[in-house]
């Protein structure tokens, strides 16, 4: 549900019928159906159930489907959509669904629920398009939510939906909870699905001051906490708990220290010096601490030129037309953010048997918000090869991932493993197994990995290690999908790491499928 320029309300249901009213309590009057265009992001122009939305500062409306692919209209409730981002949770194994997003201050974040696992997820995003995903799990069915000491584990949480205050900041969040496997229930039984309301650690209001610029140099920098209604940071702080940077620092309790503090009015002005930890993904940097009752404080302050109203650019799907003896590819570079971009770099990749070949490096002027270019390109036509643009520079989301296929020399396989070809797959051919404890492992070195697969009803399960140590199971029935990223790791040390995953028994005992393998290695 959301409220209208007019102050009026909308509500989008499952079937992307559109109602509005001028009143909460109704009446409602169906106004239409949602529409959207793939762009060849996928086969499939289908909505789906489960959607959540957020307008966007220019009043355009971001559609986050159940599958967290990102849809967004310029101007309109009913659209059309168009598709701008896919495969923005981590993995597809493990059904995610049900996400819910929110816009604060300077960010959009969405939470989503990972149905198989019974765990759930968390991402933060400067402009509802590209996103991160934070690693911890902002809930899962071992999670006690009561503060006078009772104890009371659900077997499972689902459909997520926060509260805001007025600066956008999630107050509460609200979780179906389930004593029972869905399965399990019956009629008229005490099983059912019930609704819990639970107050969250509110995040505080930080800003970065006195710097132009911030990198992996500064080691010192100043930030200002606002003193709220039920908030002092003059005197409800724990100052040496602070911890300042990356949150791939500070959640695991790293970042620079605080190491002077001055009282700016009710304010309270804080420098921290140390190591900060910026990446390619930080659009923002984490405040992690405690208040003198040891209770959590934490917050977000936005990096220096960076803003919730800038460029973003995206690259649709490449198609591709064949003649007698060039291959034609065809795209287009979209600035779906809201100020005007500047001049950027598109690098034209080929895929093949022997690896990755940079073609050409292309110029790209800048573009308007909403506007975009044709980029075509010819080349030689041969057999069993795969073409990706990715953006250089400042937008560079997808700048440092490198595929390779499943033949690739890093690539082991122990078992009854057998190659099928397979059109819809990475360089036309996957490796299937059907045998548990059938094994493969692939060796890199890089900051992150994906493994890319196919997902389908009655499909097995994987036994995850990193390094010799278990990580999780993943679990591959879901939608048939081909192409899908079926496992992704946490934030790697950039390293030589060796990753295996062992076949493994569960509910469901399918074929499970090895397609590709991506790594991101940052310069």
Sequence with gaps: MKITEDGGFVLHVSDNSVYKSDKMQGPWERIGRMTMDARGFKDSNRFGSNLTSEYRPDGSI????????????????????????????????????????????????????????????????????????????????????YTDGTQNTWYKFERPKVIQDELGRATHLSLAVMDVAKSKEK????????????PLNLEKIITIIEAKQ???????????????????????????????????????GGGSKAIKTEKSGND?????????????????????????????????????????????????????????????????????????????????REYSATGLKVLDVLNIASMDPYQSKSI????????????????????NYDEYW????????????TGSWERKNAPLAFLNSEMVSTTLGDAVTFSFKGTRVKVFGQLGRQFGSFKVYMDGEYIETIRCNYAPVSQSPIYQSDVLINKKHVLKLVKTETEYNGQVTIDAFAVELPK
């Excluded at 009629?187 to 639970?198: G, L, R, T, W, Y």
């Excluded at 075509?376 to 937008?395: H, N, Q, S």
């Excluded at 490198?402 to 396989?413: I, M």
Aim: hydrophobic share 30%; proline share 4%; charged share 30%.
């Design 62 to 145: 971001i559609v986050m489907k159940k599958d967290g692919d990102i849809t967004l209209s310029e101007k309109q409730i009913l659209g059309p959509y168009k598709m701008m981002s896919i495969n923005n949770y981590t993995r597809s194994t493990g059904y995610p669904e049900d996400p819910v997003i929110w816009r604060s201050r300077h960010q959009y974040h969405a939470i989503y629920n990972h149905a198989q696992d019974r765990k759930s997820g968390y991402m933060r995003s400067i402009d509802g398009i590209h996103w991160k995903n934070e690693e911890g799990l902002p809930y899962d069915a071992s999670t006690t939510y």
């Design 187 to 198: 009629p008229n039984d005490n099983h059912s699905s019930k609704n819990m309301i639970m």
């Design 214 to 252: 911030v990198n992996n140099n500064t080691k010192k920098i100043k930030i200002k906490m606002e003193a709220e209604v039920d908030f002092d940071p003059q005197n409800d702080l724990d100052i040496q708990s602070l911890r300042f940077g990356s949150d791939q620092l500070v959640n695991y």
């Design 268 to 348: 309270l002005i804080v420098t921290f010096k140390g190591d900060l930890g910026l990446n390619h993904r930080d659009f923002d940097l984490k405040l992690l601490g405690k208040n003198k009752r040891g209770a959590l404080i934490y917050g977000y302050a936005v990096l220096p030129m960076r803003s919730i109203k800038e460029a973003s650019c995206i690259i649709l799907p490449i198609s591709v037309e064949k003649n007698n003896r060039l291959t034609s590819l065809h795209s287009r570079i979209e600035n779906a953010g809201l100020t005007r971009s500047k001049p950027c770099r598109v690098e034209l």
């Design 376 to 395: 075509d390109f010819k080349v030689e036509k041969r057999k069993d090869c795969a073409y990706e643009m990715v953006i250089l520079g400042d937008y």
């Design 402 to 413: 490198r595929k390779q296929d499943d033949t690739s020399n890093a690539v082991k396989y």
